[in-house]
């Protein structure tokens, strides 16, 4: 889903491998070693020994966390997601907190999850045993497959609350969400954990609209198009010919849908031919005329007429569609401390199918890594000026230009967990990292730079049928799908809950370098084609 995310943009891919996207890598030059901590063992495992003080997500915090991963969207648009319910189980890396032995996590879910990929995520914890994490672990489902929000489904389970309260124990408790919407509050309130800060008052700084005038307002470089909410389609039409009276060299635009996820809110259009000696309403009224009755996406046969009816109701923009060489969609999250600090804690390549989001590699490029980091840092401060507290993310697009320099531009803030979370959270955690600033890099407690690739579109058929104890069984069979705790290194899977039905997980590939990444991703591919012989 996410996000993440929603632009028309060309990907940095440079080819397509069984059916999933390659990146190109970048060098990566890390300093041998930053710091001497170390690792000792106690009863066979490993003990993690602080790399920095705390930041926005340390296993050494001691708290209880409670995950509540509801998907917030349009359902008109959410329903098209294949295995939407399962993107739920994302937030699953949360159980590696659990490394710490003093943490406790309620992981609530609309359905039940597999106990076998309890088992597994749980066995790739190597400072504390698996029974031990296992116990201060409370897997919460409520059986409950409608696209309600899960917040909604918790919440009004009184049986359900009450558990959850009387498991956790610690004064510091958190709550992880997707996006803290009056659902999550309410839920937290109920519960005795604190409310995140990005209020349904500000929420709004998260839609596409709000997000351009954050940006005009921090001087962040953005496209051109308009700033407030269009809910018609004359007012569209009337917006994209004022682009063209603006620019007439523009010959795309992108309408997008306020509240748009994974790009499936986004629709490029192609002016007709506008000519100067037309008068203003003679050009409003060949745009109208065209909008209406051309293809939306001619590979698929989906047209306008499905998806204006949109706009109306949930209100759009119109923005210039960049088109330049080899452009890339890279991303930079952020968290926003209680003192109005804020804390960069990645930069990311976004892997897109036109404007779909399926997946991400880390670090971004290195030529705009620092400007990201900037551009992210001014749009936080005028978040957190407004009294905004949390995790979010900013989204933009990069290119060379002549001079060699990079043109970046932000294209939209997400005021909420994303696509990149996830596999962050999961190297992060695994690999025991802190994330330098300085170098944009995750470095672990051995000074080594940590890196990935990772996807939640990881489709593979001949899985279709298949128990996910089954393809767990080839993990455990096969090294090259297995994460290995002594290196820090390996692949971790995520969304198994949609393998059955959709032959469709998700895998974040954890390595020392871009490089390595990348080739372990196609390593993975390749090993999971072979097994179809085995499948049948």
């Not at 891919?13 to 300093?31: H, N, P």
């Not at 659990?98 to 749980?122: G, H």
């Amino acid at each position: 889903m996410d996000s993440d995310l929603q632009v028309a943009r060309r990907s940095s891919r440079s080819e397509s491998f069984d059916g999933q996207v390659k990146l190109r890598t970048d060098s990566f030059d890390v300093q041998s070693k930053l710091r001497s901590d170390s690792v000792s063992s106690v009863d066979g495992q490993s003990k993690f020994v602080s790399a920095t003080p705390d930041t926005w997500l340390s296993v050494n915090t001691c708290q209880d966390v409670v995950a509540v991963n509801s998907l917030h969207g349009d359902e008109d648009i959410l329903k098209h997601i294949p295995g939407l319910l399962h993107y739920e189980s994302r937030m699953l890396w949360i159980l590696f907190l659990l490394n710490n032995p003093k943490n406790r996590v309620v992981f609530t879910s609309a359905l039940k999850i597999d106990e076998a990929i309890v088992d597994y995520l749980l066995g790739l914890l190597a400072s504390v045993k698996k029974e031990d994490a296992r116990n201060r672990l409370l897997m919460v489902a409520c059986e409950d497959d409608s696209l309600r929000l899960l917040a909604n489904k918790v919440a009004e389970n009184t049986n359900l609350v009450s558990q959850i309260r009387d498991f956790l124990v610690q004064a510091k408790r958190t709550m992880r969400v997707f996006f803290w919407s009056q659902s999550e509050q309410v839920l937290a309130k109920e519960i005795g954990v604190p409310c995140g800060h990005f209020s349904n008052e500000l929420s709004w700084l998260g839609t596409k609209a709000g997000s351009r005038q954050i940006f005009k307002q921090a001087n962040v470089q953005h496209p051109r198009g308009n700033y407030e909410l269009l809910t018609s389609i004359e007012s569209v039409s009337e917006e994209i010919v004022k682009l063209w009276e603006m620019d007439n060299s523009i010959v795309k635009v992108v309408v997008k849908l306020n509240d748009g996820v994974s790009g499936k809110g986004n629709a490029i259009f192609k002016l007709p031919a506008l000519a100067a000696d037309m008068a203003g309403q003679e050009r409003v009224n060949l745009v109208f005329k065209a909008l209406h009755s051309d293809l939306l996406d001619p590979t698929s046969g989906d047209k306008w007429d499905e998806f204006l009816p949109l706009v109306a109701a949930n209100g759009a923009i119109v923005e210039e569609f960049l088109n330049a060489v080899d452009i890339s969609s890279p991303s930079c999250q952020a968290f926003i401390h209680a003192d109005g600090s804020v804390e960069i804690i990645a930069t990311h390549e976004q892997i897109l199918d036109g404007q779909v989001y399926l997946g991400c590699r880390f670090p971004s490029a290195a030529g705009y890594r620092t400007e990201l980091q900037r551009l992210t840092r001014k749009v936080g401060a005028l978040l957190a000026a407004k009294g905004g507290q949390d995790l979010f993310s900013v989204d933009y697009m990069a290119y060379l230009k002549a001079d060699g320099s990079y043109c970046v531009n932000a294209i939209e803030i997400n005021l909420r967990s994303g696509g990149t979370t996830h596999p962050y959270g999961t190297t992060k955690l695994l690999t025991q990292a802190y994330y330098d600033e300085a170098m944009a890099s995750l470095v672990d407690p051995t000074g080594t730079a940590k890196c990935y690739m990772a996807t939640d579109n990881l489709v593979k058929p001949h899985f279709i049928g298949a128990e996910i104890s089954t393809f767990l069984g080839f993990v455990a069979q096969y090294s090259e799908l297995q994460f290995h705790k002594d290196t820090r290194t390996g692949p971790v899977f995520h969304l198994l809950g949609a393998l059955p039905k959709h032959g469709k997980m998700g895998v974040t590939c954890i390595a020392d370098s871009p490089q390595a990444a990348e080739e372990m991703f196609e390593k993975v591919n390749q090993t999971l084609d072979s097994l179809q012989i085995i499948l049948g």
